[in-house]
């Protein structure tokens, strides 16, 4: 049998001896309240202060902290992931707190989050090792949702980087509207906030000779459905060169399809919420930085999990279950993708 052409290419590219390979791991956590213990003026977050009915204090502020570190080292494998989305982030202290002040201080992170009017004070950030990713920018998109203007929701992140090959890289971070008042109800405001990505993807698109565009982030919807499958139009990954550069393609849809586990359990039932989506021009396999859909996983190690005693099975260890300190991780479950990074050795 004939080797693919793709496949020869990179194979004969390794061989010389004038190309390296490297881990790029893209990682998506929305880590449950990250609070500090603070109350902020004007924000929502008493119940997490140490008067509050949660009784928010120092000593589980830290141990929250070291639980996202054990997270995030322990996905990364042999490596630390390369990018790491989060959602629920309240303020740029938290973010430093677990950068600085847990076992993430020996991987040299930094980071960019946004300072939104979310009601609850919660924001959305992107971690970055700068020996794999240089920061060149940053803006903050606002979702100003239709017909409730004074409501308000998260902004979405959009960071501008470059990586190993010298190619520019796009990166947003979302958390879309909740499901709050009803799936069907509230889909309206996740479908906007898809369509202001949107637009922003196709500015991209019309300006870069190569637009690599990854999107990550909780979503609150399933990847077939309408937010992301018409209002993003992030549709499901092709074999080979077929992709569009164009177009949007969703690595959760497979995922989906295959009815593995979620990343969310609400009421027994898991739900994939959070997801990465990237642009045909990262699933070109001549292209020297590529995604590579088929490492699109749920990470679900068995710490992370504990016993249902409501509705059977596994569900995510969380910081709290209902009101009661449970001491654990999030109820979420983190999302990856791997990407090929081969770049010539000087």
Known sequence: ???????????????????????????FYNVENLFDVEDEPGKQD???????????????????????????????????????G?????????????????????MSYRYVMTDSDDARGIDVALLYQRDRFKYLAHNCLPVVLPGAPQRKTRDILHVTGEVATGDTLDVFVCHFPSRRGGEQESAPKRRHAATVVRAEVERL???RLRANIVIMGDFNDEPSSGSLSEGLEAILPEAGTKNDRTKLYNLFLPVEKASRRGSFKFRGEWNLLDQ??????????LHPFRALPETATVFQADFLLTRDASHGGKRPRKTFHGYRYEGGYSDHLPVFVDFLTLHRLR
Not at 5 to 27: D, E, K, N, W
């Open 1 to 27: 049998m004939k080797p693919k052409p793709a496949i020869a290419f990179l194979s004969l590219l390794i061989c010389a001896g004038t190309y390296a390979q490297h881990p790029f791991r893209v990682m």
């Open 205 to 207: 698109t019309s300006v």
């Open 86 to 106: 989060m959602c629920e982030v309240e303020n740029e202290k938290t973010v430093d707190d677990l950068t600085l002040h847990t076992p993430l201080k020996k």
């Open 276 to 285: 990465v989506i990237v642009s045909g021009d990262l699933l070109n396999p």
């Open 46 to 84: 008493d119940e997490f202060t140490p008067g509050g009915f949660r009784h928010w204090n120092n000593h589980r502020y830290y141990r929250k902290l070291n639980n996202l570190a054990k997270v995030i080292t322990s996905l990364g494998e042999w490596e630390t992931p390369a990018l790491i």
